[in-house]
């Protein structure tokens, strides 16, 4: 079965660091570009980051510089290392593979002293 | 940044009633190969959100055939031939031509 299991969120203070796993099974993660991609409470979806097939990623302005994301081919694994966090990175992170056809349950990040 | 409005942004409809919602990107989505880079997704209350329509036209694998998408360039439209109960939700097109990648504001249907 193809499917995404999101995990590592958690209550964290600002300025923190958390480090989010996407795990994947029914398929390798190195064959399709994967986004991360958050939601706050009450708000709509908000993509985060991509790291394509041969590696590179793009982040979105708000994270960039701050949120790494990086893969694990042997433990067929998406990352995304979230430092310096802040109030506003509060959400569910989601990760969702290539044109967004399969989505994790997704990981609740809150940032909170 | 490419900017995805949707229209309504809510809609309440009568259960066999047919819906539409339109989305619009400041930028053509068409790419070299043909395709428009442009998916709909749909989150259930309480759900993480499922692909409906993936590349402006092609449903997803489970997708009932009543939900269908069209367009071209910078104007989109999913429509849903007769709403169903299961059908509530939000409803989002996305683009994935560029990086960010960019939502629209989601389109809340409800059924009345």
């Known amino acids: 079965e193809v499917q995404l299991v999101e995990t590592g969120g958690g209550l964290i203070q600002p300025g923190g660091s958390l480090r989010l796993s996407c795990a994947a099974s029914?398929?390798?993660?190195?064959?399709?570009?994967m986004s991360w991609v958050r939601q706050a409470p009450g708000k709509g979806l908000k993509w985060v980051s991509v790291?394509?097939?041969?590696?590179?990623?793009s982040y979105a302005d708000s994270v960039k510089g701050r949120f790494t994301i990086s893969r694990d081919n042997s433990e067929n694994t998406v990352y995304l290392q979230m430092n310096s966090l802040r109030d506003e990175d509060t959400a569910v992170y989601y990760c969702?593979?290539?044109?967004?056809?399969?989505w994790g349950r997704g990981t609740t990040v809150t940032v909170s002293s | 940044d490419i900017v995805m409005t949707q229209s309504p942004l809510s809609l309440s409809v009568t259960p066999g009633e047919p819906a539409s919602i339109s989305c619009r990107s400041s930028q053509n989505l068409l790419h070299s190969t043909g395709y428009n880079y442009l998916h709909w997704c749909l989150q259930k209350p309480g759900q993480s959100p499922q692909l409906l329509i993936s590349l402006g036209s092609n449903r997803a694998s489970g997708v009932p055939d009543r939900f269908s998408g069209s367009g071209s360039g910078t104007d989109f439209t999913l429509k849903i031939s007769r709403v169903e109960a299961e059908d509530v939700g939000v409803y989002y097109c996305m683009q994935a031509l560029q990086t960010p990648f960019t939502f629209g504001q989601g389109t809340r249907l409800e059924i009345k």
């Open positions: 790291i394509y097939t041969g590696g590179s990623t």
């Open positions: 969702a593979r290539g044109y967004v056809d399969v």
């Open positions: 029914g398929f390798t993660v190195n064959s399709y570009y």
